[in-house]
């Protein structure tokens, strides 16, 4: 047998090497995440359907404060719930955007309570997709209003560019910067900024 016809190969985690030359391939890994659901990289990490929104999001490390901010405010086992709920969740930068010193503040045990209303402000009954965003914009002559968890309202309208755009009701506006990220309890739309609640008077 000539040389050039001897191949020296090793298999080891799913990469194969031909005569020092190195070949991945990601079959043996897309099939395996084919049996646990869809997978959709964001921001760097691989969110995979079958996983619930909090699982997901722990996975990237553009999300560490909405992570601390739910395990912070009590609200692990809401956002791990069956659902359905959709989720416009902020990343870091998102929070970033805040007034000098206000998550801080937020992230205080006496101030739980409001950074509870901050979040379930983020997220809405049933699983709403970003057509089910635009339907509703278009039947409502450019403006749509939904009902958050939190018993607040955020409205929608589609701006210059095609993005959606939410409205929180101090008027603070945050983009749908990426959107139908499947979740097994509902739907995840990234935006980067964080929506601000009015405060119910008690």
């Known amino acids: 047998m000539k040389k ?13 090497i031909f005569a020092q030359k190195t070949v991945v391939t990601n079959t043996v890994i897309d099939t395996v995440r084919a049996k646990w659901g869809k997978t959709k990289i964001v921001d760097g990490a691989a969110m995979v359907s079958s996983n619930d929104v909090v699982e997901n999001i722990t996975l990237s490390k553009e999300y560490t404060v909405l992570v601390k901010a739910i395990e912070n405010a009590g609200l692990t086992d809401t956002f791990k719930s069956k ?18 010193g206000k998550l801080d503040t937020l992230l205080k045990p006496e101030h739980k309570l409001d950074l509870s209303l901050i979040l379930t402000y983020h997220a809405i009954a049933g699983r709403v997709t970003a057509k089910d965003i ?44 990426k959107f139908d990220v499947q979740q097994s309890n509902g739907m995840l739309h990234v935006v980067n900024s964080v929506l601000i609640p009015k405060t119910k008077a008690i």
């Open 4 to 16: 050039w016809m001897v191949l020296a190969f090793l298999v080891f985690n799913c990469t194969i």
């Open 83 to 100: 659902g359905p709920i959709t989720i416009f969740a902020p990343t870091d930068l998102a929070f970033e955007k805040l007034p000098a």
């Open 134 to 177: 635009e339907r509703k914009i278009n039947s409502g002559n450019g403006l749509a209003t939904f009902t958050t968890i939190a018993g607040n309202t955020i409205t929608a309208k589609i701006d210059g560019n095609r993005n959606i755009v939410l409205i929180d009701e101090n008027g603070g506006e945050s983009i749908i910067s």
